[in-house]
Every structure is written in C-alpha cells, then in structure tokens.
C-alpha cells in the first residue's frame, strides 16, 4: 500500500489567493484527519471525517477554512482567502477499523507558506 | 494549564542509554497515542494504548489509567531513535489533545 497520500508537498503563495491541499487516505480506512503543525502551537487537530461525513470541525480555526470528503478515496482542505499566518505544515492522517482502531497513518505533510 | 504535558522537553542521551519520556494529562481519554516525528517533518504512529503495556522492538509504552500518565521507554538507544515524540490523547475518535513533544537526541 502507498500509505496516505498527499499533495501538494509544498506550496508557496501569496497572502488572499485561495489554496486548495489534497488527501487520499489508506484503501479501507474510513476515518480521515486533517492536522496542522507549527513550531508556536504544535500539532493541532483540524476537523475528522468518519465515513465521508465531518465529525468534529471544532479546530477549523475559522471561515476561511473549509475541508471536504466528497467521497472515501480524497479529502481536501481549502483556505480561502489565505493569509500569512496559515503558513504551518498540514498533515492528513486515516484510520481504520480492525485490531488498529484509532492508529492513525500520517501522511508526509504538505508545507505551506503564505507570503 | 495545557491538557497534555510532557517531560523533559529535551532530552540528550548517549547511545545504549535507557531513555524514559513522560506524558501527564488532565482530560478524559479513551485511547493515548504515541507518535514520532522524524527530522524530516514525517509522522509515525508509534503505539495506541488504552490501558496496561505495549512492547515494539526496543520501544515499550505503559499508561496508568488512574494517574493518568503514560511513559514511552527506549531501550538500547540508537542515534536513529532521534526525533520528536509527541504524547496525543483521544476520546473515542474525538477531541484529540496533544502534547507539545520531546526533542530526543542520542549521541554515537
């Protein structure tokens, strides 16, 4: 298995333009996560996907953002206008059901920087 | 108060040491994650422990439900086990918390 998939693997833009980050989690799993890593708040959860459908968006930091899961295959997070200080590296994770429950599988992380 | 807190924050040891990484939190949890992250910026999911002890290789990980406290033990360190480790905990697939990380370096 290719493990979970991500692109692109880094993106620079510019502040206002919109930046769209894709996903394809492992065959199988059915749950989805979407991180965010900075060296000032560390690893933080974004929004959760069980079954295409969004469990928690608590961490989605505000309107600007938005994430997807238009079917079990892909995800995207979309940051709209973007700004500065969404520069961070995003991860997506998966999980499945089986012995594992709840063991996520990273992704390598997409660096974003906003400019 | 962060809801998870680890110790030390940075951590050198020489290699072939026994190197202990701690993990308290104050929240409610179902399951307590422990994670690598290499230099490179990659993740690895290292144990999913919801009580007692996990074993992988040279890694064990032990959780005190009651103390709620969770240590990841290296044994016969190897200047590869270089990384950040990062203590996460869940409620049942929801309102994951994270600690802030513990810089490991083993030294040759």
């Known amino acids: 298995d290719a493990g979970v998939i991500q692109s692109p693997r880094h993106e620079v833009t510019e502040m206002g333009q919109e930046v769209t980050l894709r996903c394809k989690p492992i065959?199988?799993?059915?749950?989805l996560f979407w991180y965010r890593q900075t060296m000032m708040r560390g690893l933080e959860l974004l929004i959760y996907?069980?079954?295409?459908?969004?469990?928690?968006d608590s961490g989605m930091p505000e309107d600007r953002f938005s994430a997807k899961m238009p079917n079990a295959s892909f995800s995207t997070l979309k940051i709209q206008p973007s700004e500065p200080r969404d520069s961070a590296v995003y991860f997506c994770?998966?999980?499945?059901?089986?012995?594992?429950?709840?063991?996520?599988?990273f992704g390598p992380g997409t660096r974003l920087t906003v400019l | 108060k962060n809801e998870v807190e680890q110790s030390p924050q940075n951590l050198t040891a020489q290699e072939g040491e026994f190197i202990t990484i701690n993990c308290s939190y104050s929240?409610?949890?179902?399951?307590l994650h422990w994670l690598q992250q290499h230099p490179g910026g990659g993740i690895v999911s290292l144990f999913m422990?919801?009580?007692g002890k996990k074993k992988h290789g040279r890694l064990i990980a032990t959780i005190n439900i009651q103390e709620k406290h969770s240590s990841l033990h290296i044994t016969a360190s190897h200047p590869r086990d270089s990384a950040v480790y990062i203590c996460?905990?869940?409620?049942?697939?929801?309102?994951?918390?994270f600690g802030p990380g513990t810089r490991l370096s083993v030294l040759p």
């Open positions: 996460a905990g869940d409620n049942y697939g929801q309102n994951f918390v």
């Open positions: 994770a998966s999980s499945g059901y089986g012995a594992s429950y709840n063991e996520q599988f």
């Open positions: 065959s199988g799993h059915n749950s």
């Open positions: 422990l919801s009580s």
């Open positions: 996907f069980n079954n295409n459908v969004p469990i928690d």
């Open positions: 929240v409610g949890i179902s399951a």
